[in-house]
């Protein structure tokens, strides 16, 4: 079964997209079929996958959200781009910002992605939506498509107000729109083991939400060589392998491929309970 995972924080620059590739294809290096879809008109994701100019794209998401909205046909992988590392990418662009604003007049205008994406899926084990930093329609849409959601969360600061208003977004869209949407967990990125703040960061969301949601164990250090990825258009096991944020992504991955097996494994403590 595919599953759609959404990376959503509606603060910027915290590792969403870099996160969105590097799990993506750390889980194409595990040999999982995997879309990567950049909902966010920035384009970032598709740029950091080598596509450098995604406005100059003729079909991207919008172009598909546009059609599904308007109840129009299109090929089932049309406008799917690959990437030479394994996976397969629905790009993103300026586009999206217009496609925005139409969904408020769109009946069903909080599921138009979710529909595109269950159109596609049955060719996936992983679907991965990379959101932008707001808490708009787009975003509403990715947490309606997905079955759960990571939060990336830079190390910098205290996300507490923030993170807050995230987990009350979640919690609605679970309640109104999304019954099954469960929240993976949070992942702290960029953290400086040199600095005594990084640690604290870490301290402090492990103590005020670690009983609430998952932190991961796995921590993504903050490294110059990630940083340098996206204009490479390749992901870090490609750019550094042997580095320690090539490490810690593909420790995530397997922390992120166990979650949906220790979710089995606890229906099935259930269901054997209950016989
Ligand atoms: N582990 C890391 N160490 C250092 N720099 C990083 C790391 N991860 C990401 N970066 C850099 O930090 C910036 C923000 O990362 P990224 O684009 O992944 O965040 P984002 O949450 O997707 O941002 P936005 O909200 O704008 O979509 C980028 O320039 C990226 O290259
Ligand atoms: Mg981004």
């Known amino acids: 079964m595919t599953k759609v995972i959404a990376l959503a924080n509606q603060k910027g620059g915290v590792g969403k997209t870099t996160t969105a590739v590097n799990l993506g294809i750390g889980l194409a290096g595990d040999g999982k079929k995997v879309l990567l879809v950049d909902a966010d008109?920035?384009?970032?994701?598709?740029?950091?996958?080598?596509?450098?100019?995604p406005d100059n794209l003729s079909v991207s998401l919008a172009t598909l959200l546009a059609k599904t909205m308007l109840e129009e046909s299109y090929e089932?992988?049309?406008g799917i781009l690959h990437h030479h590392e394994g996976v397969d990418l629905m790009p993103g662009n300026i586009e999206l910002s217009a496609v925005e604003v139409s969904l408020v007049n769109t009946m069903s205008r909080e599921t138009i992605l979710r529909s595109y994406i269950d159109s596609v899926k049955a060719d996936?084990?992983?679907?991965?939506?990379?959101?932008?930093?707001?808490?708009?329609?787009?975003?509403?849409?990715?947490?309606?498509?997905?079955?759960?959601?990571?939060?990336?969360?830079?190390?910098h600061y205290l996300p507490a107000k923030g993170m807050t208003q995230l987990l009350q977004t979640i919690a609605r869209v679970r309640r109104q729109i999304n019954p099954?949407?469960?929240?993976?967990?949070?992942?702290?990125?960029?953290?400086?083991?040199?600095?005594?703040?990084?640690?604290?960061?870490?301290?402090?969301?492990?103590?005020?939400?670690?009983?609430?949601?998952?932190?991961?164990?796995?921590?993504?250090?903050?490294?110059?060589?990630?940083?340098?990825?996206?204009?490479?258009?390749?992901?870090?096991?490609?750019?550094?392998?042997?580095?320690?944020?090539?490490k810690a992504y593909a420790a995530f991955t397997?922390?992120?491929?166990?979650?949906?097996?220790?979710?089995?494994?606890?229906?099935q403590h259930q269901t054997d309970h209950s016989r």
Do not use: W
């Open 41 to 53: 008109a920035q384009g970032n994701l598709t740029d950091s996958l080598g596509f450098h100019e």
């Open 76 to 78: 089932a992988r049309e």
């Open 124 to 155: 996936y084990d992983y679907v991965l939506i990379d959101c932008m930093p707001s808490l708009g329609m787009l975003t509403i849409n990715a947490l309606a498509a997905a079955d759960s959601v990571i939060i990336p969360v830079q190390a």
């Open 180 to 246: 099954k949407l469960v929240l993976d967990g949070v992942l702290l990125t960029m953290v400086d083991s040199r600095t005594k703040f990084s640690k604290d960061i870490s301290y402090i969301l492990r103590r005020d939400y670690g009983d609430k949601l998952r932190v991961f164990n796995t921590e993504i250090p903050l490294s110059v060589r990630a940083a340098e990825t996206s204009a490479k258009g390749k992901s870090i096991y490609a750019h550094d392998p042997n580095g320690q944020t090539a």
């Open 254 to 267: 397997k922390e992120v491929q166990s979650i949906g097996s220790e979710r089995r494994h606890a229906r």
